[in-house]
């Protein structure tokens, strides 16, 4: 099956150390042996108005510090988690959420904890 006939599946990472990135990218490798066409990036170097155009997405992030969003992902995840955020930005979308830290910290992968009070979760 040729690149163009395969289904897009996107994959943004958050990631401070590289751990979460290494995820991402075995995530794509994954998925180009089941026949998709992967576009990984970072969450920041995404248009997140294109986000509800998405079919299939994946979002692989670890925690920094005490519990803070990597910096690659700060600006996508401060938009995630905006108040006005329609609630069916994602409702179109099938995807999945891969959260990586120790979970030896009190804030132990904080950052995918707080989706489940945001919006576009209860999707």
Not at 73 to 94: E, T
Request: with cysteine; charged share 20%.
């Amino acid at each position: 099956m040729d690149e163009q006939n395969r289904s897009r599946l996107l994959i943004l990472y958050g990631s401070q150390t590289g751990n979460a990135q290494d995820v991402a990218e075995r995530v794509a490798r994954e998925a180009r042996l089941l026949l998709y066409a992967p576009s990984i990036m970072p969450m920041d170097a995404y248009p997140m108005q294109l986000l509800p155009e998405e079919r299939f997405a994946v979002f692989v992030t670890s925690t920094t510090g005490q519990g803070d969003p990597p910096d690659n992902m700060r600006k996508f995840w401060k938009l995630l988690l905006r108040k006005n955020l329609p609630p069916s930005i994602l409702s179109g979308v099938n995807y999945a959420v891969f959260g990586l830290g120790d979970s030896g910290y009190v804030k132990y992968n904080v950052s995918w904890q707080q989706v489940q009070t945001a919006s576009w979760h209860a999707c």
